[in-house]
């Protein structure tokens, strides 16, 4: 998305901006950030609100499913596993996709087994952070059921009753935000308890309860009594076909360490000694003839 924006054209600034925008839970903070780049740059701005801006950030988001993924990583990680795979025939490809899920299936089974929590390490990090954090909300209790929470110029409200927190992170992630925890604490509740089941070991395991089943070769397949699809007619397409991903065009280059990029660098013509153009475009008399 970012990148249809074309953001690195337009600098560091707004790539941080881009995704302040994206992160932002709620939908005031959201406006808030739109307004400031709308200020900073009238077209950048108009240019990001064409492509539906409510689809790709988190203020957005429904509450269901508890999960604050705002990019496409799990695609992308999915497309390079089976990078190798997908130039092969259709049945190689499928046959090397199910061996890889049945490996992974048994790896993730280890991971989850050593788990210490009810829960993940990445989860108990944010959670962890989360915990750090709420010392530092100062908490003012209605005696029932709800409580502000303050800390600087910032206010959020918990409701308990109904696990709700004004700033919309755990009702979208389903971790518990910094103030539901100082909630909690305050009311002694045992803050494991609250973590939402998507988060649970258990769900981990239902996802990865079904194994995949050993196969034989294709030579021991059950004939289908379907006569034989025939190859297409093999068409040559000139040039090696591409492999790697597209590169947008103003994506940096990968560099070797130590090396800079010679963007931005001006030339200067070693035959004529003038700037703007090199050896090779030299029109400075025909003293050199290209090779
Ligand atoms: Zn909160
Ligand atoms: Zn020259």
Redesign the pocket.
Same mark, same amino acid.
């Given at each position: 998305m970012f990148a249809i924006w074309s953001g690195r054209k337009l600098g560091k600034s707004y790539e941080f901006d881009f995704w302040q925008i994206v992160k932002c839970v709620t939908e005031r903070g959201w406006g808030e950030l739109c307004t400031t780049v709308e200020k900073k740059d009238k077209d950048a701005y108009d240019n990001l609100m064409r492509n539906s801006p409510k689809m790709w950030t988190r203020a957005f988001l429904g509450t269901t499913c508890k999960s604050d993924i705002i990019d496409n990583n799990l695609c992308e990680s999915f497309n390079s596993n089976i990078i190798e795979a997908r130039f092969k025939s259709i049945i190689r490809m499928l046959e090397d996709i199910r061996t890889k899920m049945m490996t992974r299936i048994v790896q993730k089974r280890k991971l989850y087994n050593r788990w210490k929590r009810n829960y993940g390490p990445l989860v108990k990090a944010k959670l962890d952070a989360n915990k750090k954090d709420c010392v530092e909300w100062q908490l003012i209790w209605n005696g029932e059921n709800g409580c502000e929470l303050r800390k600087g110029r910032y206010q959020y409200t918990v409701d308990l009753s109904q696990s709700i927190c004004s700033c919309r992170s755990w009702q979208i992630s389903g971790i518990l935000c910094a103030h539901i925890c100082a909630a909690m604490y305050h009311l002694g509740l045992q803050l494991d308890d609250y973590l939402h089941e998507y988060h649970h070991i258990e769900t981990c395991k239902k996802a990865y309860s079904f194994p995949m089943q050993p196969i034989n070769g294709s030579h021991d397949w059950p004939k289908t009594g379907i006569e034989l699809a025939l190859p297409p007619i093999e068409r040559k397409i000139p040039g090696r076909p591409k492999k790697n991903r597209r590169i947008a065009k103003d994506e940096p280059k990968k560099l070797k360490l130590d090396h800079l990029s010679r963007k931005g660098l001006l030339m200067t +013509?070693t035959? +004529?000694g003038?700037q703007g153009?090199n050896k090779g475009f +030299?029109t400075?008399g025909n003293k050199h003839v290209k090779q």
């Open positions: +013509c035959q +004529c003038q153009h +030299c400075k």
